[in-house]
């Protein structure tokens, strides 16, 4: 069996060096990372993957976004080190990466909108873009992103939605942080959750019918929830009496759960069984890409491509279903071979 790794994250050397020497996110990132060489160490990322027959990785940029690293003049400079630094593997390693997810200046959104069009009109290799759930606490949903997603729209890319909470963000109004990192537990997905809510519910999907959006972790919270994105969603404005929410079922070409059922999915749920047949299930084998997250895994590298690839082979699925999540649907959702 082939696998296209969809979902991975990598930090390239030029961008990793730059951000040594940054304030807050980025250095922060950089001391915490110095124990999982295969972020930013393209040798131990090649010696791992080496591990595993007819795999191949999509690379994209390891956390924390770009927008939280600096001003808007540093994340531009820092998202054309990340481009650059990313076509270069895929050039050198055309085996290996058959293309990278561009990063962008998120905090400067027209540059971020012209750096989308140069990775795509140069053909550097950019077979998507990755984008976070929310840029420095604005939805995505907000006016100024939109340029992003019409140049996605338009060069027919998809765009990759990842998660992006941190101990900031509070679980309780009485508390000035999330503690025992509920944050990344239970945070993540309900932050790629409400992401793809705002998108769906504010009409981005009809106003733009050829985007192509993918929610990391197989759909994060939606699966699980289908009863409340389905016949709860279709009573939207019922639980509310402080405002008039009547005209957004109405203004919407279908039902919301519809919508939710166009994004693609990925497989990286950190080798939970029970998690994947939720997600295919609710996807169906068309929407759904191999993805581990590595390096994130107890054995800093892989662990979680052995997993995710022992949950997909228990679950004995038709040959023609298994080829599509390992590589056909990153084939021709990529445009690659």
Known sequence: MQYI?????????????????????????????????????????????????NYRQVLSLGMPPLESMGSPETVTELAQLANDGLAELCAQHPDRFPGYLAALPMNAPDAAARELERVFEADTGAVGVQIHTNINGLPLDDPQFLPVFEVAEKFDRPVFLHPSRGEEMPDYASEDKSRYEIWWTFGWPYETSAAMARIVLSGMMDRMPNLKLLAHHLGAMVPYFEGRVGPGQDQLGKRTTTEDLSHVLRDLKKRPVDYFKDFYADTAVFGSRAATVCGLEFYGADKVLFASDSPFDPEKGPGYIRDTIAVLESLNLPQEEMEKICFRNAQSLFRID
């Open 5 to 53: 790794d969809a979902f991975n994250h990598f930090f390239p050397a030029k961008l990793w060096d730059r951000m040594e020497n940054l304030d807050g996110a980025g250095r922060n990132i950089h001391s915490r990372m110095q124990g999982i060489p295969c972020i930013f160490d393209i040798d131990e990322r090649l010696r791992v993957m080496d591990q595993f027959e």
